[in-house]
């Protein structure tokens, strides 16, 4: 199942909190970036990687898993290998009543995950990235 752009603009548009999970401290590594990007356009980014929990970055304490997390999320976004989007999502929506979007980073689908998540009603975004569509769709 697809998104559309307009999906993917509504989803972009209508989301304030953002936990992305596998953060990591390296500027050179993509999920440092995209963080970085997403806090920049004023997302909250709850970093979450446990090897760095306890720590600081875009503002935020780092989070060692998302139940550390107490705060209502709207997205989460992956940058996990395949093998543990299954758990991460199983996590999400036991979590999080409230989650709007599971977002899987480039390269990543997770066919199973992805149908529970729909069956929930949760929005489900594979193989792209917020920070290249954000400005396709809304723009610098």
């Given at each position: 199942m697809s998104v559309t752009d307009d999906d993917i603009r509504d989803i972009l548009t209508e989301t304030r909190v953002i936990a992305l999970v596998g953060w990591s401290p390296n500027p050179a590594r993509p999920s440092h970036?995209?963080?970085?990007?997403?806090?920049?356009?004023g997302y909250r980014v709850i970093p979450v990687n446990p090897g760095q929990a306890g720590g600081m970055a875009l503002g935020e304490r780092i989070r060692?898993?998302?139940?550390e997390i107490?705060?209502?999320?709207?997205?989460?976004?992956?940058?996990?290998?395949?093998?543990?989007?299954?758990?991460?999502?199983?996590?999400?929506?036991?979590?999080?009543?409230?989650?709007?979007?599971?977002?899987?980073?480039?390269?990543?689908?997770?066919p199973e995950a992805a149908a529970k998540a729909r069956a929930r009603g949760i929005?489900?975004?594979?193989?792209?990235?917020?920070?290249?569509?954000y400005p396709r769709l809304i723009g610098a």
């Open positions: 970036g995209v963080a970085r990007f997403l806090a920049a356009h060692g898993s998302l139940s107490t705060e209502p999320v709207d997205m989460i976004d992956i940058f996990r290998r395949p093998e543990a989007i299954g758990p991460i999502v199983d996590e999400a929506l036991e979590r999080f009543p409230e989650l709007k979007t599971v977002w899987m980073q480039l390269g990543l689908f997770h929005r489900v975004v594979e193989n792209r990235c917020p920070a290249i569509e």
